[in-house]
């Protein structure tokens, strides 16, 4: 392993890690020598993955809290300090998919969607920046967007507007935090075979047209969005930053 993207010595957060892309995500830098924190709303099932991960000999933690809540969001940090727990790398990658046309679509759904995919990487990252700042240690940021960050389609509304938001959310970042070695940036990860799709993957249409419109003509696949999570969390980016680097098949750069 190059010193380059070696992540010994790291501790990672991983919102929504229990299962699809942050489970990756986790198991990615934990191979690459991070110490990974879990996190899902779910205890079973957070167990159940940091129990996996330990399992292969990597050292996991759980911590189970709703990115959407302020309060249980500081009380989180606040056992990890106590803990002398401190995070490194931020992935902010929990969030949810509600499909309905807009002209239908309910304000608590809305409202559901933004707080989850959007308002918890202020959240979150408003913690972790706080403490990063105050140990001088700088850190990773890396918030999940989407292809939806770019472009849209029908019946996504909240989510691409909150996938919108997290590429300049990252900029803003980025503009206030650069100064104390804080890295963020955003990975814009294509249609992925994750829980999040297996409805769309189940439809015939659907699948045929994900896979008539990129040039790779197929899903991704959650260990194909690896690298780019290790190479965000390393060394190897430490003069990136508020980029958002999209792993599609070559979907958004082609007509
Ligand atoms: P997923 O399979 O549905 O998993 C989402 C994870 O987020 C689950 O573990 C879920 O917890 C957790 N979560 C949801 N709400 C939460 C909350 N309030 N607090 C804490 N955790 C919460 O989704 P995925 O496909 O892995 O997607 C992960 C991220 O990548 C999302 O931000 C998604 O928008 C983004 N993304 C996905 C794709 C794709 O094609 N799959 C493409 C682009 C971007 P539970 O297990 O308890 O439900
Ligand atoms: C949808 C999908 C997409 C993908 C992903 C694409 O309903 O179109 O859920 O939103 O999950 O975000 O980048």
New binding site residues.
Partial sequence: MTALFDLTGKTALV????????YAYAEGLAAEGAHVIL????DT?LTESVDKLRAKGYTAYGVAF???KEDAIENAFNQLDEQNIHVDILIN?????YRKPMVELELENWQKVID??LT?AFLVSRAAAKRMIARNTGGKIIN?G?LTSQAARPTVAPYTAAKGGIKMLTCSMAAEWAQFNIQSNAIG????L????TALIEDEKFDNWVKSSNPSQRWGRPEELIGTAVFLSSKASDYINGQIIYVDGGWLSVL
């Fill in positions: 919102t929504g890690s229990a299962r699809g892309l942050g996190n899902d709303i779910r099932l709703d990115v959407t990658n929990a969030g949810i998919q989850t995919n918890s999940i989407s990860p294509g249609y992925i994750t829980d999040m799709n």
